[in-house]
């Protein structure tokens, strides 16, 4: 009578079981990383929309503000800005570019533009257009 041993594994099931545990666990964090990359990538773009966002409504405010012929307005970094010339100033993470046009009499168009200074996260640059009548809704 023969005694079969059938209690363990041989080398080879071994051996074929890890190599599928690996490639299994490869495709998972495989998964995370880009997950993590994603999430980043989109951190930065929200965070620079809504500087951008910041960014227009402080000049909205001041222009509206301003009652003068003069348009003697600061952004958020307090650097003065004028008119009909490209203002930037960049921050640890983003660049901001703002530039504001007279279009008609006391009608101002405020164009600002973000994108991440380490464009390793995001390439994408958030611009926000919009227009402002000069002394008009707030007091």
Known sequence: MKIKNTRGLT??????SMSILSIIGLAFFSTINT?????????TDIKALH?????VENLRVQIKKSTGSTLDIV?????????????YYTSEEYE????????????YEIRVTVGAVNSNFSKKKTEI????????GLK
């Open 11 to 16: 080398l080879v099931e071994l051996l074929i």
């Open 35 to 43: 997950s993590i990359k994603t999430n980043k990538k989109n951190e």
């Open 51 to 55: 500087l951008a966002q910041s960014e």
């Open 75 to 87: 952004d958020l970094k307090d650097n003065k800005i004028t008119i009909n010339a490209d203002n």
């Open 96 to 107: 901001v570019k703002i530039k504001i046009t007279e279009k008609e009499d006391l009608l």
């Open 129 to 136: 257009i919009t227009q402002v009548i000069k002394g008009r």
